[in-house]
């Protein structure tokens, strides 16, 4: 079974300028999660869908952070502007529900 | 805002010896996952509790969820050096089925 896919691994930006990550979630789960985790912290919930509608945004910065998951399968999250303080790893994880996630590997975002 | 908020923020053993992780929360909850995390990997899932139990092992490792005190501990016996890693308790708000986790405890196991 494959796992969670994300693109790119890695990324250096400046500051101001836009930034894109691509998941593609387990076959068949219908819930993905974005996660924002700063070094030495846990992961911070960013945004929750199931299948294509939003079930929790509360945390997304909402001015500069925007995700959508077209046809409920995969999901772009996008940092427009990115400041300093985007810098972390951006974790992409699915679920079939109520049961395990599955995490990809993660976007390491560098904003200098 | 953060749910679970583990304890220790970091533990240092020998290897041979176990390792007891605590995880607290705030709101009801329909269940409690542990997290492993290898550095610079992405979260592995160890052991889900539910609500209605109370104990529940696999391999290694013990879980423990006491709902009236908001509590949840991880136990890992006989460590290993590969268990050196950041663990995570994750919990959902009730009827949300969201998934949100605590700062972690850094495990060390030293050989």
Redesign the interface.
């Known amino acids: 079974e494959a796992g969670v896919a994300q693109s790119p691994r890695y990324k250096i930006i400046e500051k101001r300028q836009s930034v894109a990550f691509w998941c593609n979630p387990i076959s068949g789960h219908a819930t993905l999660y974005w996660y924002q985790q700063i070094l030495g912290q846990g992961p911070k919930l960013l945004i929750q869908f199931q299948n294509n509608g939003v079930v929790d945004d509360s945390q997304l910065p909402k001015d500069r952070f925007s995700a959508e998951r077209l046809k409920g399968v995969d999901s772009t999250l996008k940092i427009q502007p990115a400041k300093l303080e985007d810098s972390a790893v951006y974790l992409c994880a699915s679920s079939l529900g109520t049961v395990e996630a599955f995490f990809g590997q993660g976007t390491r975002l560098t904003v200098v | 805002?953060?749910q679970g908020e583990?304890d220790p923020q970091a533990l240092s053993i020998q290897e041979g010896e176990n390792a007891t992780m605590n995880c607290s929360y705030k709101t009801s909850i329909?269940?409690l996952?542990w997290?492993r995390q290898n550095s610079g990997?992405?979260?592995?899932?160890l052991i889900?509790i539910r609500s209605n139990e109370r104990e529940k092992h696999s391999g290694r490792l013990r879980v423990t969820l006491d709902t009236s005190k908001k509590s949840s501990s991880l136990l890992i016996t006989a460590s290993r050096a590969a268990d050196t890693a950041s663990y995570?308790c994750?919990t959902?708000e009730h009827n949300?089925?969201?998934?949100?986790?605590?700062?972690?405890t850094r495990l060390t196991v030293k050989p």
């Open positions: 805002s953060q583990e329909n269940n996952q997290y990997r992405g979260l592995v899932h889900l995570f994750a959902d949300n089925n969201d998934m949100r986790f605590g700062a972690g």
